[in-house]
Structures are given as structure tokens and as C-alpha cells.
């Protein structure tokens, strides 16, 4: 998604690419979050951090949130794997054992069924759109007018044909060891 919403912010700021190449919040050292701090407005920021984690000022200021859903047990496959696969996290002894820690939330991130239950509170709320990995993946070109919508970016449908077809998992594959180097073959399992 965070791939996704760079190429839309990019295209529609009429870029060439991207110069704000930024990861996850919680991965940033304090030095670049002070940077990132003073980058203009419109900013992405991506994360994995609980809804009672981020700051209150969000709300307040109105900040469009996008929050991504994967079915639960595709969730824990995948999560399985990356932890095993990722050089810096610890590994699991035996699925079974990953299975009864996820099932528990005693796994980094904590529960994922605490994590939807928060932003189940804010379904209505005008500046959180919720959509899941499966409808993207049945559905890119839609998700992708849909994103532009809530964000308002005004692309044209040629425009979101392009980003639809740069953010399928083989596209976004084939071009991680750009994105994400060595790491690629550990976010793009299969």
C-alpha cells in the first residue's frame, strides 16, 4: 500500500519520482523523524503501530488514515514466514508455537484482533477508510479509484491504470530489489 499510495502522491504532484523515500514510522531513527517532521504537507507516513499508538493530533487534526486488512489466517502465514525469512527478528521454534502466540498477540505489534477492533470503532469516520488485501487483490484498479478518491488526488484513468498495474504483488516483486534490496525476498514471499 505504501508503494501504492508514493506512486499516487508522486503522479498527482506531477513528479518524476519520488524523493521522499521514507519506510515504516517505527523503523526511523529520531534524526529522521525530526527531519521527516519538517517535510510540507502532504506527507506519508506508514506504519504497523496500534490505533491507541498514534498521536491524538491526528484525529484532531483530521489526518486521512488508510488501514490495510488481510484475512487473519493469511495474516499469520505471512507473518510466520517473515519473521523466519527477516535477518534482525527473532525466529519461531515450530508454526505451532507461532500459531499460539499470534492467536495470543504475543507476537511483535501485538494482537491483530485487538488492532481491528480499534479501527472497527472508527468504520464511520470520514477520514479513515478501511479496505482489505483481498478486495485490492480482486479488485486493484477499483482500489486504486477508490484511494485516489478518499485522498482526492486527481488522476486520470489513465493515470490509475498505470499505478494499478506498478502495484500487483509479481510487479511489486520483480522490481524489490530496487525498492527493498536485499530485503525483497523477505517482504515478497509468494
Aim: charged share 25%.
Amino acid at each position: 500500500m505504501i508503494g501504492m499510495l508514493r506512486k499516487m502522491m508522486v503522479i498527482a504532484a506531477g513528479l518524476e519520482k519520488d524523493p521522499k523515500q521514507i519506510g515504516l514510522i517505527e523503523f526511523l531513527s529520531p534524526e529522521m523523524q525530526k527531519i521527516l517532521s519538517e517535510y510540507p504537507s502532504p506527507r506519508l507516513l506508514g506504519t504497523h503501530m496500534h490505533l491507541k499508538n498514534i498521536p491524538a493530533s491526528f484525529t484532531a487534526k483530521k489526518t486521512k488514515m488508510l488501514v490495510v486488512f488481510r484475512n487473519p489466517k493469511d495474516t499469520a502465514v505471512s507473518y510466520y514466514h517473515f519473521t523466519n525469512k527477516n535477518p534482525v527478528l527473532p525466529k519461531s521454534e515450530s508454526w505451532d508455537k507461532f500459531y499460539s502466540e499470534f492467536m495470543s498477540g504475543d507476537v511483535g505489534w501485538g494482537s491483530y484482533f485487538d488492532h481491528a477492533l480499534a479501527w472497527e470503532k472508527r468504520v464511520d469516520d470520514p477520514n479513515v477508510m478501511i479496505v482489505t488485501y483481498e478486495y485490492l487483490k480482486q479488485n486493484l484498479v477499483e482500489g486504486v479509484r477508490q484511494v485516489c478518491k478518499f485522498f482526492n488526488f486527481a488522476l486520470s484513468e489513465e493515470q490509475i491504470q498505470t499505478i494499478a498495474q506498478g502495484s500487483t504483488f509479481e510487479a511489486m516483486k520483480e522490481s524489490s530489489k530496487d525498492s527493498h534490496g536485499q530485503m525483497g525476498n523477505v517482504f515478497f514471499r509468494k
